[in-house]
């Protein structure tokens, strides 16, 4: 009985390995249209909880900006 519970527990646990995803517990990324009066910061701030300055990073890395410096009409991906 007992080599059944373990092999039964070892067959479960290979199939949650299998069939288990990570989650990143963010939303999907998707785009967003740079308005008048816009900044990094201002963006980063709607759509990252607390303090922007990771979301300012994360939205710079994402679309390879090499400043601060956008553009109304500039489309930018978010992560």
């Not at 939303?27 to 967003?32: I, L, M, R, T």
């Not at 008048?36 to 910061?41: F, Q, V």
């Amino acid at each position: 009985m007992f080599v059944r519970s373990i092999a039964l527990a070892l067959v479960f646990l290979v199939g949650w390995v299998v069939f288990a995803r990570p989650s990143s517990g963010s939303p999907p990324s998707g785009s967003y249209v740079v308005r008048p009066h816009d900044t990094l910061w201002s963006i980063a701030s709607r759509y990252y909880g607390g303090d922007p300055r990771e979301g300012v990073w994360k939205i710079s890395e994402r679309n390879h900006l090499s400043g601060t410096v956008i553009r109304v009409g500039e489309r930018l991906v978010m992560p």
